[in-house]
């Protein structure tokens, strides 16, 4: 199929400037129009998108420019590393799964069990096992206890820690406090069951959390360059863009009290590996989601039908349930659309498989901030990008960046 010519100048009105790279079938022009139009709306100086349909990469798109250290100007290419934030919740569900799979741990443990937690504090964290805690269903409420994988400054005074906190400290604070609600009887998003569940990766396998996904998952899906993130802008990585925010806080990386950029030392990367700590670009994303297509080198039937399985609190009121890293519902085709979105300073991402065998993901280096345009529109604009499609193209991509 005849393709957009790589790195041109896009002749929209309103976005001159937007320098691109990648490939772009023409039968798919309605994804990049609507990628363009969404970028310059924001004023989103570097973002990605890729386009799958039935295991081949279809579009892999970069959009803008950032600058390096040396003062030089990189376009974003189809491959550049940019942070996924809570995408990363899939890793982790699947690393989970992966271990069930392989016999070395059940689904129903227990995870005070699992990682030798107190439960003097409040006995029901006995009753937290792994479905509920990578179903969101496990007792904490971050809109009642504040959401510990932000609150660095409370729990280091608190156990009289110097910063950075670590994972132990999250741990021993979190676990010396009573749970929001009963586990098991209801959903409540949170970062902190993720977080456990990478220590419990790291116990089990006898590996590092990143060392265990890169080498038990990565890897057998033909995935490289994702790797986990790191706080500071001069710790970034090569092909690593560069994130935008309007905020400061105060360091949590050292004692300074400095007021920093918010993307860059207001929140701790390493300590949010399992739950929104890994960088990859769109088509990592896309093709890692290829993974929970069929049964193969990384899942399983069985693990991939548990990565999706309804919670024992069923559905809600929409028809939808969260799965182990995945929101899911039933479509109209007698199959499962799964998604998740992803959010943190500077960051904003966005993944889904939908019916038909189609699946995309859009990254940005930004987030939705006071005055910004809504950013989760994302999901119904490259929905409605999907019936711009005539006839779907055939040839894959994926040579081309893996």
Not at 207 to 232: C, N, W
Request: aromatic content about 10%; charged content about 20%; some cysteine.
């Amino acid at each position: 199929m005849p393709a957009i010519a790589l790195g041109t100048r896009p002749a929209q009105a309103g976005s001159a400037d937007l320098l691109t790279t990648g490939v772009v079938p023409s039968a798919l022009a309605g994804f990049d129009k609507a990628m363009k139009a969404f970028v310059t709306e924001r004023d989103i100086s570097c973002a990605q998108l890729a386009v799958a349909r039935n295991g081949k990469i279809l579009l892999a798109r970069g959009y803008g420019f950032y600058s390096k250290p040396s003062a030089s100007i990189v376009r974003v290419q189809p491959t550049s590393l940019f942070r996924v934030a809570s995408l990363s919740k899939s890793l982790t569900g699947a690393a989970i799964a992966r271990l069930a799979q392989d016999g070395k741990l059940t689904m129903g443990a227990k995870v005070a069990s699992l990682l030798g937690l107190p439960t003097t504090a409040d006995p029901r964290l006995a009753n937290v096992t792994l479905w509920r805690l990578l179903q969101h269903t496990g007792g904490w409420d971050r809109g009642v206890s504040a959401d510990p994988l932000w609150n660095d400054h409370t729990i280091s005074a608190s156990l009289d820690a110097p910063l950075p906190i670590d994972h132990a400290d999250i741990v021993k604070y979190v676990t010396a406090r009573r749970l929001d609600f009963d586990p098991g009887t209801k959903y409540v998003y949170s970062n902190y069951g993720y977080m456990l569940a990478g220590r419990i990766i790291e116990k089990i396998s006898g590996m590092s959390y990143e060392s265990y996904v890169r080498q038990k998952l990565l890897a057998p899906a033909g995935i490289t360059r994702m790797r986990l993130g790191r706080s500071l802008r001069g710790e970034a990585f090569s092909t690593e863009v560069t994130y935008a925010s309007k905020h400061t806080r105060k360091s949590v990386v050292d004692e300074s009290g400095a007021d920093v950029p918010y993307q860059y030392g207001g929140f701790n990367m390493p300590n949010q590996d399992a739950n929104g700590g890994w960088l990859a670009s769109a088509v990592d994303m896309v093709k890692w989601g290829f993974a929970f297509d069929a049964a193969g080198p990384v899942l399983n039937s069985t693990s991939i039908s548990r990565v999706f399985a309804k919670p024992e609190i069923g559905v809600n009121a929409n028809g939808s349930w969260y799965g182990l890293g995945w929101s899911v519902r039933n479509n109209n085709v007698g199959g499962l659309n799964t998604w998740h979105n992803g959010s943190m300073p500077g960051t904003f991402s966005f993944l889904a498989r939908v019916q038909n065998g189609v699946s995309y993901c859009a990254i940005f280096n930004r987030r939705e901030e006071e005055g910004t345009p809504d950013f989760d529109v994302i999901d119904p604009i490259l929905g409605e990008a999907i019936g711009t499609v005539k006839t779907w193209p055939t040839t894959d991509l994926s040579p081309r960046y893996f």
